[in-house]
């Protein structure tokens, strides 16, 4: 990599599991990457992004990451201990104080590659499924990906799921059952049982019901499963949902949320942005 001629962008992916590294170029084409594994010592991280650097300087960083990203630290994200009492993006800015930085919530970062270049391209509106290390949707209407009043848009993981979990604290939320770590925690062999997956439906026919989508595109870890997926889940919203929707893998399963930094990053080296 040439240093003072050829400028570059950084893009990082803060997963539940692994974090993903990619130095590329200002056209978005990728010239390093790397995968570790997440750490609530972000210094980690940043020894890895140096390396990939080679001595330069990133013209911007784009970074996806779970949760939600605000000022103080980076809430929702409870499979990495301290990252709630994380300030991200002004730790990036610490570390790369000459690179434009732009911070987003991973689902958020996916489901906007996928509308961009992806299985949800054309779609209005469109619904992105992550079954990853956690649960979580977002969706996609007129072009733009819905954030909500605090940019917890979709973070279905918090939903309840019985009648007798109304009004308690105490309750346990949907993504205990229903998640890669909850799969990884509760299955022997890694596979899918009934309840997983019909617990996955119920909720995914009412999200279809409510948002009326044109397709709902599923990514992450689990989409490696995507033929023990793809019946259950169609059957149900073909059971249940006035105008069921079109059902797809995404186009970028494991990597959508990097490919959105990537763009953020592209997006933030520009003249004038």
Request: glycine fraction near 10%.
């Amino acid at each position: 990599m040439s240093r003072a001629a050829d400028p570059v962008v950084l893009a990082l992916d803060f997963g539940g599991t692994k974090t993903a590294l990619t130095v590329a170029d200002l056209h978005g084409n990728r010239l390093q990457h790397r995968t570790i594994e997440t750490d609530s010592d972000l210094r980690r991280a940043l020894r890895a992004a140096r390396t990939l650097l080679d001595g330069g300087e990133p013209r911007a960083v784009g970074v996806a990451t779970i949760g939600i990203p605000g000022p103080d630290g980076v809430a929702l994200a409870p499979n990495i201990p301290g990252w709630d009492r994380l300030p991200l993006e002004r730790e990036l800015a610490a570390e790369f104080p000459r690179s434009a930085i732009r911070v987003a919530t991973d689902v958020k970062a996916a489901a906007a590659y996928e509308h961009a270049s992806g299985a949800l391209a054309g779609c209005d509106p469109g619904l992105y499924v992550n079954l990853g290390t956690g649960l979580a949707v977002a969706v996609v209407a007129h072009g733009t990906v819905l954030a909500g009043r605090h940019g917890a848009s979709g973070e279905i993981g918090y939903n309840l799921r019985a009648l007798a979990d109304v009004g308690r604290t105490d309750h346990l939320p949907l993504e205990t059952a229903v998640s890669g770590k909850a799969l990884q925690q509760g299955s022997t062999t890694g596979e899918f049982d009934e309840g997983f997956l019909t617990e996955l439906a119920f909720h995914l026919v009412n999200l279809a019901i409510a948002i009326d989508p044109e397709r709902i595109v599923v990514g992450g870890g689990l989409v490696r499963s995507w033929h023990a997926l793809h019946d259950p889940l169609r059957r149900a919203l073909d059971a249940a949902v006035p105008y069921p929707p079109q059902l797809a893998p995404a186009a970028h399963p494991y990597d959508a949320p990097l490919l959105g930094a990537l763009t953020l990053a592209v997006e933030a080296a520009r003249p004038g942005t």
